[in-house]
């Protein structure tokens, strides 16, 4: 019930091509969803997030896009770099006072020039 | 603005020797703290969240243990360290009220040889 699934394991990109990670939720009371952006030997760093009454948030290259019914939503990395070579979390969360967020596996992206 | 520091940034240890790690917060007051350990190549595991001084709540037994002396302190122990406490441990914080939006340290790469 409070599983995130995050699909690819891991993914290749050609630069200035698309990156797509997708994830899927159980927990149909989860109201907030972030993703993470972690650099080798560094700390995941929070890059965008979705709350469920909006199909679509766009910053920069970076979008999130939120299919309620079907439970699911991915980040769409436009015009992949070399520099987004990271592991990216998707992650879901309930909004009311302490809440556990709860992480999916992550996907390790490399981009190639 | 917000700052968040962990040290050491790599620790090797042996079996059976203790353990302390430090997290401290800058620019915030009365956070959520949490510590989490990420295994090579693996998602984030909740170990302590803490939602004040002397507050600590586990998330999974073992032998760790978390201790909040101060506002924007929060340090990680233990008394023995075993072969599978290796990994990489990360500090976060969020603002009370917003433990879904959480903000994560540098990180400490701890091996137990």
């Known amino acids: 019930q409070q599983q995130v699934k995050q699909s690819p394991q891991s993914l290749i990109v050609q630069k200035g091509g698309i990156s797509i990670i997708n994830c899927a939720y159980e927990?149909?009371?989860?109201?907030?969803f972030p993703w993470y952006q972690q650099f080798p030997g560094k700390g995941p760093a929070l890059l965008i997030a979705?709350?469920?009454?909006?199909s679509e948030k766009k910053e920069g290259r970076f979008t999130i896009s939120f299919n309620k019914s079907a439970k699911q939503f991915s980040l769409h990395i436009m015009d992949s770099q070399p520099g987004d070579s990271a592991t990216y979390f998707c992650a879901a969360s309930l909004s009311g006072g302490y809440q556990k967020v709860t992480f999916g596996t992550g996907t390790k992206l490399q981009v190639i020039p | 603005s917000q700052t968040i520091h962990q040290w050491p940034a790599t620790l090797v240890q042996p079996v059976g020797s203790p353990l302390s790690l430090e997290c401290t917060v800058e620019g915030t007051s009365n956070p959520n703290l949490y510590w989490y350990r990420q295994a090579a190549g693996r998602g984030l595991q909740l170990l302590f969240y803490?939602?004040?001084?002397?507050?600590i709540s586990s998330e999974v037994p073992q032998n760790l243990s978390a201790s909040r002396p101060q506002d924007r302190q929060f340090i990680l122990s233990s008394k023995k360290l075993l072969l599978s406490d290796s990994g990489f441990y990360l500090c976060a914080w969020s603002v009370q009220g917003k433990s879904y939006e959480q903000y994560f340290g540098p990180g400490t790469r701890l091996t137990v040889t």
């Open positions: 803490s939602v004040g001084i002397g507050q």
């Open positions: 927990n149909t009371a989860f109201d907030y």
């Open positions: 979705i709350r469920p009454d909006v």
